[in-house]
């Protein structure tokens, strides 16, 4: 195997010298960025936000009269705290205002996702920011031991807009749908997975947790070749970190990134959690009373990137709470940490035959359907399910159908599905925006937390 792997890290170099290598060259800066000292990376950050900031109040129409005409580098962070912050729904409501007109439509890479609230919500990326999200794929993979070429394992529900097959070849990446588990479908995933030879596996630490708990059951022989295990979109629980480690014998790394802004912090060798420097500039704000799930230690994270110039997100709030840590590492990185990333939670959702569904990748089902402001799957019952949903102006009995039947199909026939519209979805106690929830009393393992 390992010639095919050069040969598949050769193939992707030689396609990326063929368009100029943008994506080598953002690695380079990257790990340039990685490198500096605190205060030279301080002024590197400072140099960019002063180059997005002008180009957003001279391209965007939101920002046109909100940036003053100079901003430079000593300047950048003053201006950008006097900008409003804004969060998906404003950004969906006023959204061609947040599109840059130095770019036609065609040019910049159009993008839906439903983060962690499910609210859908549709995005454009110019090309140059696409190439280094996929540099940052690259360059925070090789902390966790992975590197261009290498087999590894992506278990997610990718629906209706599954990856091409070329694409997953070139990447020597093998997509595995975890759909209703069973202990007969988790033992056929297991199996796959040791036969692709994946030197690493990526997925929710809901679902590594799930297949790690049977192989330590089932004490399956130890034949993973395995050097990482990578936990994104989810919280990763101390108890599930130690429980995939045993499972599958290797270290859990932390990655936490959004759709819309790529990367924002991952795991180094150390398992602290460094936050994305190299293209991103990360306010954390302390809560205020208007803020949902304010525990004392919950603070607000809001990203300005760095380099989508085709939409510029300056100020972007997520909705996740995160915790502080003013540490340093001891990896030999002076980049900031995080001490964890919290509300990230989904409930268990079982089928009507007692199947588990991986839950928070079931929230995609409807990530591109953007007649939906924002929705809640809720199981009432074994066999009983409620989708909740506040309905856009241009929601309508298609969205309606389409809802139902990409429910129906994942939840099964015997699966009682209703639909209601609502105005308001209420934001659940202690931070937690769980979208996927269930009412149906499990005692026992309590994946919730
Ligand atoms: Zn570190």
């Given amino acids: 195997m390992r010639g095919l792997e050069r040969a598949r890290s050769f193939g992707f170099g030689a396609l990326d010298r063929l368009r100029g290598s943008p994506v080598r060259r953002q690695i380079a800066e990257l790990d340039a960025v990685d490198r500096m000292a605190p205060a030279e990376r301080l002024r590197w950050q400072r140099e960019r936000l002063a180059v997005i900031l002008a180009h957003a109040r001279d391209t965007t129409p939101f920002y046109r009269d909100r940036i003053p005409p100079h901003v430079d580098a000593d300047t950048a962070p003053g201006v950008l705290v006097g900008l409003p912050i ?16 130095a770019f036609s439509r065609s040019a910049l890479v159009g993008g839906h996702t439903n983060g962690s609230t499910g609210a859908p919500f549709p995005f454009f990326m110019d090309r140059r920011r696409r190439d280094r999200v996929r540099a940052e794929t690259f360059f925070f993979g090789r902390w966790a031991g992975y590197h261009i070429g290498e087999p590894h394992v992506f278990l997610r529900l990718l629906f209706w807009h599954p990856k091409p097959a070329i694409v997953q070849l070139l990447e020597n990446q093998l997509v595995l749908e975890p759909r209703a588990l069973g202990s007969a479908e988790i033992d056929r995933l297991l199996d796959r997975i040791r036969r692709s030879k994946a030197v690493t596996l990526i997925g929710y630490p809901s679902i590594l947790d799930l297949l790690a708990r049977r192989r330590l059951e089932t004490r399956r022989p130890a034949s993973f070749p395995m050097r990482s295990a990578i936990s994104i979109g989810e919280v990763l629980l101390p108890g599930a970190r130690e429980t995939i ?22 795991d180094c060798e150390k398992h602290r959690l460094h936050q994305n420097v190299g293209s991103l500039w990360i306010e954390l704000l302390p809560p205020d009373s208007c803020t949902v799930g304010t525990g004392t230690d919950e603070w607000r994270i809001v990203i300005t990137d760095l380099f989508n110039r085709g939409m510029p997100f300056l100020r972007y709030e997520l909705a996740d709470r995160v915790i502080p840590d003013d540490r340093i590492c001891s990896c030999g990185r002076t980049s900031p940490l995080l001490r964890s990333v919290l509300g990230r939670v989904s409930d268990r959702i079982t089928l009507p035959d007692g199947r588990d569904i991986e839950a928070t990748g079931l929230g995609g089902i409807f990530y591109d359907l953007t007649e939906i402001r924002q929705f809640q799957l809720v199981q009432t019952a074994s066999d009983r399910y409620a989708i909740v949903v506040v309905p856009e102006p241009t929601f309508g009995d298609e969205t309606r159908r389409a809802i139902l039947r990409r429910a129906q199909s994942l939840l099964g026939d015997r699966a009682a599905v209703e639909l209601s519209l609502v105005e308001r979805i ?23 937390s």
């Fill in 245 to 266: 480690e045993r499972g599958f014998g290797c270290p859990v790394f932390e990655r936490y990134s959004a759709t819309e802004v790529g990367y924002i912090a991952h």
């Fill in 426 to 448: 209420e934001p659940l106690p202690a931070g937690k925006h769980a979208y996927i929830l269930s009412t149906v009393d499990r005692p026992g393992e309590g994946f919730s």
């Fill in 86 to 101: 804004v969060d998906k729904h404003l950004i969906k409501d006023r959204f061609d205002e947040f599109v840059s007109a």
